[in-house]
């Protein structure tokens, strides 16, 4: 068995889209992370604003809750772990709470008000002070709460900032300010931006598919290059398909060249081996199987020619059973010349779909590979099917399992034992499978001798 082509694992690349999204993600992060510095360096640069921010802040904490009392008036019902922040630390953080009427609801740390504080009936909405004092300023605020009563005062006063009450405050305007307004932008953006990418990339993808799709061995094809791909992707195509004329022109050349020597030589040889018929001695008939060495050699270069530009051409329906027996009706003198017998058998094959000349030499080959490594009075059987698929058999001294690699190569020597083989034989057999999408194996035959089977792709009912 040989199995001459094989496929390792891909990896997985990241399509352009995945490339485009993290890097768009990455620019918002950074914006964002931009925004942030720059909302911490304004506060920073200005301690009144987020003085005030933190001030106006504790002001509604503490008018939420502020709730009727007993006899009807506003009264303060702060939980433990608020009140807790007065009480440890008296000289850093003070409020007062006044009534429209000017009573004191409620206070605690009241000697950080260092100012008067203004009248319920004439104080202004927000009234903001900074006051130095002996640690640092005094930041204090009156804020009316009209909505729980008509001059309602809740009065702040910050001297220090121990529980870091700033820093929630500030985390509070970075959400304000950057993460509500950005993230929904940016989530926007990036959902846009995938959109307009993968459909800008699908005439790629659509030239990717038909690239995947080229034979390169059948000259002539080439990409679609549709007025609607975009100037990029029809650049790429464009010099794809230049790449693929230059390939095709290669190949052609390579072709014509082997066809046209191999033509040139087989004349001459054939008036050399007529000449050496008429020559008598040992000398001569070694020379007259060298000649004979080299017009198979000949013949077989010229038939690989002629396989490179086969599978331009359409295919046929082939049947291989006639086939078979065509090849041992033709081979059979040959067969009797060697002292081997040549039999046929069909085992109920299929027609394939196919070039019958192409199948027929590489049957060729294999008999004759067959006739050389079978021992006279043996005898080569080539059996059709089941199926689609034709076999040789021959009771030669069959091939190692570690020679059946690789001796499908070119010029490969499976059996130095068997002599007159050029090592084109075999591969012409894999080129001719290869055309035809089907494959070739190698195996060994209980009491002695190969089995080299074709097998065929099933085709299709006419």
Known sequence: MTGRLGIGGRRQRRSVAQLITVRL????????????????????????????????????????HVAPGADGRPALDLPEEHAGRYRR???????????????????????????????????????????PGGAGPVRILAQRFDAIEPGFLVCIAIAADP????????????????????????????????????????????????????????????????ADLPREVHALVSAVNAALGRADEVLRFQRDFTANVAHELRTPLAVLLLELDGIAGPAAAAAKRDVQAMSRLVDQLLRVAQLEGL????????????????????????????????????????????????????????????????????????????????????????????????LFDRFAQGDRRTRG??????????????IHGGGVTIAGRPGGGSRVRLLFPECPPP
């Open 25 to 64: 993600v990455v620019v918002a992060v950074l914006v964002m992370a931009a925004q942030v510095v720059l909302v911490a360096f304004h506060y920073g640069l200005d301690g009144s604003r987020l003085g005030l921010r933190v001030a106006a802040s504790e002001a509604q904490r503490l008018a939420d």
């Open 89 to 131: 630390h008296p000289d850093a953080y003070g409020f007062r709470i006044v009534d429209g009427r000017g009573d004191v609801v409620a206070g605690m740390n009241d000697g950080l008000f260092t100012v008067p504080l203004p009248e319920p009936a004439t104080a202004p909405d927000l009234f903001w002070r900074t006051i």
């Open 163 to 226: 529980d870091h009450i700033g820093w929630g405050v500030l985390a509070h305007e970075v959400m304000d300010h950057v993460a509500i307004p950005m993230v929904p932008l940016a989530l926007l953006l990036l959902g846009v931006n995938v959109f307009a990418v993968r459909r800008t990339l699908l005439p790629l993808g659509r030239a990717a598919g038909q690239a995947r799709k080229l034979d390169v061995r059948r000259g002539g094809l080439r990409l679609d290059a549709g």
């Open 311 to 406: 599978s331009a051409e359409p295919p046929a329906r082939v049947d291989l059973a006639e086939v078979g027996r065509e090849t041992v009706r033709r081979l059979a003198p040959l067969a009797v010349d060697q002292g081997r017998e040549l039999e046929f058998q069909d085992d109920g094959a299929a027609a394939v779909a196919g070039h019958p000349d192409a199948i027929a030499g590489a049957l060729r080959n294999l008999v004759e590979n067959a006739l050389r490594a079978a021992p006279r009075g043996t005898a080569v059987t080539v059996v059709a099917g089941p199926g689609a698929a034709i076999e040789v058999r021959d009771r030669g001294p069959g091939i190692e399992p570690a020679l059946r690699d690789g």
């Open 421 to 434: 083989g050029a090592g084109l034989g075999l591969a012409i057999v894999a080129k001719t499978m290869e």
